[in-house]
T-cell receptor
Framework: GAGVSQSPSNKVTEKGKDVELRCDPISGHTALYWYRQSLGQGLEFLIYFQGNSAPDKSGLPSDRFSAERTGGSVSTLTIQRTQQEDSAVYLC??????????FGPGTRLTVT | KQEVTQIPAALSVPEGENLVLNCSFTDSAIYNLQWFRQDPGKGLTSLLLIQSSQREQTSGRLNASLDKSSGRSTLYIAASQPGDSATYLCAVRPRGSNYKLTFGKGTLLTVNP
């Protein structure tokens, strides 16, 4: 079946603008995760959804970052007032509860 | 705090060679360990997942082992091919927060024809 999809694949934005990144998980996967991969850094966890609720938002780097999930499916990660340090690849993954995580292709965000 | 280290950071080998990638983690209280492959500009592809109760998993030319007590895992690639060139990432799922993965920084593998 279809894997995890993310859109857009690339996003270039000016500093100070807001951006929305979208993730479509594998159908039936109740768990959804957002990670960030910065140049030269490892992957860092941002937020986890179980259904539509986010029991762990501890990885969000600042209050400019927020995420929501609707209908237990699609998730949107929003970054307000983007800064240059937000430039990174944002990866989404989904899984069954405690199952293997399957990753999407990522969204490459460049803030100029 | 769980930390994951991968050695070496980069590895270059001639085609056909067998090779081992290493991963170590500081806290042995893990739920499972996963090896991923990442091609340039792409997302992550899961290669092997080892549950904490298992010692190894095999898929084709890949074999991953887990020694939880010593906090180590290895990924063995047999008869390497140029198509194996990629970054290989190791990630553990800690028992304390058993949903998020903690990643190493990866090993960049280059297999030369």
């Amino acid at each position: 079946g279809a894997g995890v999809s993310q859109s857009p694949s690339n996003k270039v934005t000016e500093k100070g603008k807001d951006v929305e990144l979208r993730c479509d998980p594998i159908s039936g996967h109740t768990a959804l995760y957002w990670y960030r991969q910065s140049l030269g850094q490892g992957l860092e966890f941002l937020i986890y959804f179980q259904g539509n609720s986010a029991p762990d938002k501890s990885g969000l780097p600042s209050d400019r970052f927020s995420a929501e999930r609707t209908g237990g499916s699609v998730s949107t990660l929003t970054i307000q007032r983007t800064q240059q340090e937000d430039s990174a690849v944002y990866l989404c993954a989904s899984s069954l509860i405690l199952g293997e995580q399957y990753f999407g292709p990522g969204t490459r965000l460049t803030v100029t | 705090k769980q930390e994951v280290t991968q050695i070496p950071a980069a590895l270059s080998v001639p085609e056909g060679e067998n090779l081992v990638l290493n991963c170590s983690f500081t806290d042995s209280a893990i739920y499972n360990l996963q090896w991923f492959r990442q091609d340039p500009g792409k997302g992550l592809t899961s290669l092997l997942l080892i549950q904490s109760s298992q010692r190894e998993q095999t898929s084709g030319r890949l074999n991953a082992s887990l020694d939880k007590s010593s906090g180590r895992s290895t990924l063995y690639i047999a008869a390497s091919q140029p198509g194996d060139s990629a970054t290989y990432l190791c990630a553990v799922r800690p028992r304390g927060s058993n949903y998020k993965l903690t990643f190493g920084k990866g090993t960049l593998l280059t297999v030369n024809p």
